[in-house]
């Protein structure tokens, strides 16, 4: 609820896509996802690849080592709960789905086009021969989390994601109506509409990125590197029809930050890494994005509840406050050997904050 002094406490809120990397990132990663999180699901492109459960259960273990280690309330580790996913290749089976879902440590199950992104090279060349693999997931309910676009050369980058539903993910979902498929960090209209169209078992989940800028504050007045992630941003129109249906109440979209670390120096250079890092500050933006649009009594469906409804996961039970103070972005984060982090939106002044 929204009072007279402009705080808003929601239900504490989980993260559906965050790269927290690996070893030395996750003391910086896991705090800055802890502090906002509780329930956060960890993308599986490490190098190598978490590829099995066996992968997958030591990843986990990682991970709760550098939670443990880390400088944030004992509160918030003690909700935080990582939620692991395989990444899948030309070579998962149908029994590395069964494992995975015995084990109940795997969450879901990512697929990359090959070549899509980052650390992408062991991704699917070809989905026709993962249908043994489809099929067992549609019979364990064990959602498909898509990175949704084409790989083609010739494909134009701003047309890869319309193409990949136009495609591919038509065919997925004919062969597989009853797979959960969530469509990862939608960036246009056209997927907005997609799934809207497809049954209770399609979702997306949206990033703050593109629901508050577009190819305009990437590209005019010289390039922005810190606004380079993939899918790409596109223009104005696609980034309100996201904005639009995020705050619009349906249990369709949801929190996905796609909150992707990459060394400051890795994105400022020739040949610039794609990832925006947004995650000690994404509750903060997304307060900022619904509340542009008169919507901030959405905010805690989006970031609480659809997440949680669509896998099939209780509500958290905790809380969180937002007030409406502002709060200034920090210009860089200290990452590991002595690399920094540069946020997205560096620098700049939101005017929600998070109550510490
Ligand atoms: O911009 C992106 N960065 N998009 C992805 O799909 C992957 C991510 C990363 O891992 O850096
Ligand atoms: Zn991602």
Redesign the pocket.
């Known amino acids: 609820m929204t009072d007279s002094i402009a705080q808003l406490t929601i239900i504490q809120p989980d993260d559906w896509h965050i790269?927290l990397r690996d070893d030395q990132a996750l003391a910086t990663t896991v705090a800055h996802a802890a502090t906002s999180f509780n329930r956060v699901i960890c993308?599986p492109?490490l190098v190598p690849p978490v590829k099995t459960t066996t992968d997958a259960q030591a990843y986990r273990t990682r991970i709760m080592q550098h939670l443990q280690a880390c400088d944030i309330p004992a509160e918030r580790k003690a909700t935080f709960d990582p939620r692991m996913t395989l990444y899948m290749t030309d070579h998962t089976s149908a029994q590395d789905i069964e494992e995975a879902v015995k084990s109940g440590i795997v969450q879901a199950v990512k697929l990359y086009p090959a070549g899509?992104?980052?650390?992408s090279a062991d991704g699917v060349t070809n989905i026709n021969a993962l249908a043994d693999v489809f099929g067992a997931m549609e019979k364990y309910q064990l959602p498909l989390l898509l990175?949704g676009e084409v790989t083609q050369d010739h494909v134009d980058i701003f047309d890869r994601e319309k193409r990949f539903l136009d495609e591919v993910l038509v065919q997925i979902i004919a062969k597989f109506p009853a797979l959960k498929i969530v469509l990862e960090?939608i960036t246009t209209s056209d997927a907005a509409d997609f799934v809207l169209a497809q049954g209770n078992n399609i979702a997306a989940t949206i990033t703050p990125q593109h629901m508050m800028l577009n190819r305009n504050h990437m590209l005019l007045g010289g390039i922005k590197p810190h606004l380079y992630?993939?899918p790409i941003l596109k223009r104005e129109s696609h980034q309100k029809v996201l904005l639009d249906v995020a705050t619009s109440g349906s249990p369709k979209f949801f929190l996905g930050t796609?909150s992707?670390p990459?060394p400051t120096d890795k994105k400022e250079t020739a040949c610039g890494?794609?990832?925006?890092y947004s995650s000690p500050t994404a509750l903060a933006l997304y307060a900022t994005a619904f509340d542009s649009v008169g919507k901030i009594d959405k905010l805690e469906g989006f970031t609480s509840r659809f997440g949680a409804q669509f896998y099939g996961l209780p509500l958290n039970t905790d809380t969180v406050t937002l007030l409406k103070s502002p709060m200034q972005i920090p210009t860089s984060y200290p990452y590991f050997d002595g690399s920094t982090l540069t946020p997205l939106m560096a620098g700049e002044t939101l005017p929600w904050s998070i109550k510490a």
């Not at 899509?116 to 650390?119: D, H, K, P, Q, R």
């Not at 890494?273 to 925006?276: D, H, L, R, S």
């Open positions: 790269h993308m492109n899509a992104t980052t650390n990175h960090h992630c993939l796609d992707a990459h890494c794609a990832g925006c």
